[in-house]
C-alpha cells in the first residue's frame, strides 16, 4: 500500500513512483495476460508525457475517465468506505498506528470485493 506523504505534492515525479513501485510489485502473471487496466482521474500528473511513456513501455492500459466525473473515482464509493467501516470507533496514537491500521483493513477486504467494484465502473 502506498500512503500519501502529507510533505510530498502529488506531482508527475510522484505519481511515476508509485506506478513504478506497484508495477515491481505485483507478481501476479495471470494479471499480465492482457496487459493491465488502470483507472485514474485527469488530474496533470496523469496526462504528461512522461506517464504516457511509462504506460506505453508497460503496456499498461488505461480506462478513459470523462472530464468532471469525479463521482465514478472507485475510491470514493468501495474503498474508503470499507476501510472506514472496518476502522470506525477506534482510535490511534500516532501515524505509523494509522498506517499499520489501514493496511490491515485494506488486506482484510476479499480479492472479489476488489474485482467487483471495478468491473461496476467498467460496465457504466
Given amino acids: 500500500m502506498n500512503l500519501y506523504q502529507l510533505d510530498k505534492a502529488v506531482n508527475q515525479v510522484y505519481y511515476l513512483e508509485v506506478l ?4 515491481e510489485k ?7 495476460t492482457n496487459s493491465w487496466l488502470l483507472h485514474h ?11 504516457r511513456e511509462f504506460l ?6 488505461v480506462l478513459e475517465h470523462p472530464s468532471y466525473s469525479s463521482d465514478l473515482a472507485p475510491n470514493d464509493f468501495f474503498l474508503y468506505q470499507k476501510i ?9 496514537d500516532d501515524i505509523q498506528d494509522i498506517k499499520g491500521n489501514t493496511n490491515t483493513a485494506l488486506m ?3 480479492e472479489k ?5 471495478f468491473e461496476g465502473c467498467i460496465r457504466h
Fill in 20 to 23: 513504478k513501485r506497484l508495477h
Fill in 41 to 51: 482521474d485527469n488530474a496533470p500528473a496523469h496526462r504528461t508525457q512522461s506517464m
Fill in 56 to 61: 506505453a513501455s508497460k503496456q499498461l492500459t
Fill in 84 to 92: 472506514k467501516e472496518i476502522l470506525e470507533g477506534r482510535h490511534f
Fill in 108 to 110: 482484510a477486504i476479499p
Fill in 26 to 32: 505485483v507478481r501476479r502473471p495471470e494479471l499480465f
Fill in 113 to 117: 470485493e476488489f474485482q467487483n467494484s
